[in-house]
């Protein structure tokens, strides 16, 4: 790295969440600020504990600069504490719906339930109830070609499955809903985050809506009589983009709220964190098309195709790539087109993510920045493994689900980046040294 660097021990005091991180806006604190380790899904404890770097360094930089700077919320520390746990809460809560999403699907379980209700209601609890969900069921294409015979135990999985799936969106809302009146009726919340959370709450009642407008056209009859009955892959796309729309806002706003600075102990530092910028961008563009690639992927059960690599059975490109007319329909409904874009997607990422890393080692940045990239490498590198693995083992519900969660996992770092390479404010650039200051 060109220029001074930090400390071993200041260096690596970035990544905890620093709730008392603007312990006073008027006085310039210098306690040692209480701390809150969030974890990473599927990162093992050497990465997460590099990544978990704590953020004191930061915090004793811009608690003395707050008073130029527009803060989400306003009500003290104690205040902001509560608001980072819940929005960090509900992000996590999000990350797990995908997750449990995912494993409704792998296991087919996800056109278990023939109806809808906003509100939801109750499970059938008796046998007779039982008996009438089953009946519903059978009429569906679902249970006709795939799933004839099926006994009522198997039924009872499948429909646990979608269930535990609705009412656990539905439990996110209720559990957001009511800590945000809470805090709108303490005065905790500004109007600019109370905007945007509104936003994301409304997004995510929507999302129920969507959720069913896709189980919907998996309960229609196939065109074809030899098709298989699945939920439409555009529907399908739209329902997981929604959610990752909905994490990353969540989890951009719950940084915002504590670390409402970027790491900048110096101008030099600021400059290349500009630098690093303008790659990041670009690839984290990458890194959220390459999942929603993957969306298509589930929808045209592509996954359960081609299992071999590097090749495509016997060759490198299929030769049915561009059968469906008009051409576009390809990339969204053609099983080979579709896995072959995957493929070539999440290759282009893991070099473009290993491309960003090879570019910035020489660009004068914060130590935790660098090391936050590398762990983004690394988690690059895993989930391209895992895509491998899945593939090759047909598709295993338990490598299906990793391979979703890494995909989510790999955008909640590079979420984490670009916020971590935020422009710090005029008023905080106007008090920085030139270069940072060594022990």
């Known amino acids: 790295m060109n220029g001074p660097s930090l400390t071993t021990a200041r260096s690596n005091n970035f990544y905890r969440i620093p709730w008392k991180f603007l312990s006073s806006t008027k006085a310039h604190a210098t306690d040692t600020l209480s701390t809150s380790e969030p974890s990473f899904p599927h990162m093992s404890a050497t990465t997460s504990s590099r990544l978990l770097l704590n953020f004191s360094t930061v915090a004793s930089v811009s608690a003395k600069n707050t008073e130029g700077l527009k803060l989400l919320v306003t009500a003290g520390p104690h205040a902001q504490k509560a608001v980072g746990i819940w929005l960090f809460v509900s992000a996590a809560w999000v990350f797990s719906m995908v997750v449990l999403g995912g494993v409704t699907r792998l296991t087919r379980s996800g056109l278990s339930m023939t109806d809808w209700k906003f509100a939801g209601g109750l499970p059938p609890l008796s046998d007779d109830e039982w008996l009438i969900e089953f009946e519903k069921y059978k009429q569906s294409p679902e249970y006709k070609r795939i799933n004839k015979g099926m006994n009522l ?68 009859e196939p065109i074809s009589e030899y098709a298989e009955p699945r939920v439409s892959p555009y529907r ?75 090749k495509m059975g016997d060759v490198w490109i299929p030769e049915d790539i561009f059968m469906l007319k ?65 593939l090759l083992s047909y598709v295993p519900v338990s490598l299906g689900s990793a391979h979703q969660a890494g995909a989510l996992t790999l955008l909640t770092l590079m979420i984490l980046l670009n916020h971590t390479l935020r422009r710090p404010s005029l008023h905080l650039l106007k008090t920085l040294p030139s270069v940072a200051k060594t022990a």
Do not use: C
């Open 153 to 220: 135990d198997d039924f009872k999985f499948i429909y646990w499955m979608e269930y535990a799936h609705r009412m656990w969106g539905r439990a996110l809302g209720i559990m957001f809903a009511l800590p945000f009146s809470y805090f709108l009726r303490k005065g905790y919340i500004t109007p600019q985050l109370g905007l945007r959370l509104s936003g994301l709450f409304a997004l995510g009642a929507g999302q129920g809506l969507i959720g069913w407008w896709m189980v919907k056209s998996g309960l229609e």
């Open 326 to 390: 008009p051409l576009i329909r390809n990339f969204f409904e053609n099983t080979s087109t579709v896995q072959l874009d995957h493929r070539i997607l999440a290759t282009a990422t893991l070099f473009s993510i290993g491309g960003l890393w090879w570019s910035t080692r020489k660009i004068d940045i914060h130590p935790a920045i660098r090391s936050l990239i590398g762990s983004t490498v690394g988690m690059a590198a895993l989930q391209v493994t895992l895509g491998i693995s899945t």
């Open 236 to 310: 399908l796309a739209a329902h997981l983009t929604s959610a990752f729309v909905i994490y990353s806002g969540l989890f951009w706003t719950a940084l915002s709220v504590v670390m409402p600075e970027p790491p900048a102990e110096s101008v030099a530092w600021v400059q290349g964190a500009a630098r690093v910028k303008r790659l990041a961008l670009p690839v984290s563009v990458l890194v959220g098309i390459t999942a929603i690639s993957g969306a298509f992927v589930a929808g045209n059960d592509a996954g359960r195709a081609f299992n071999t690599f590097p």
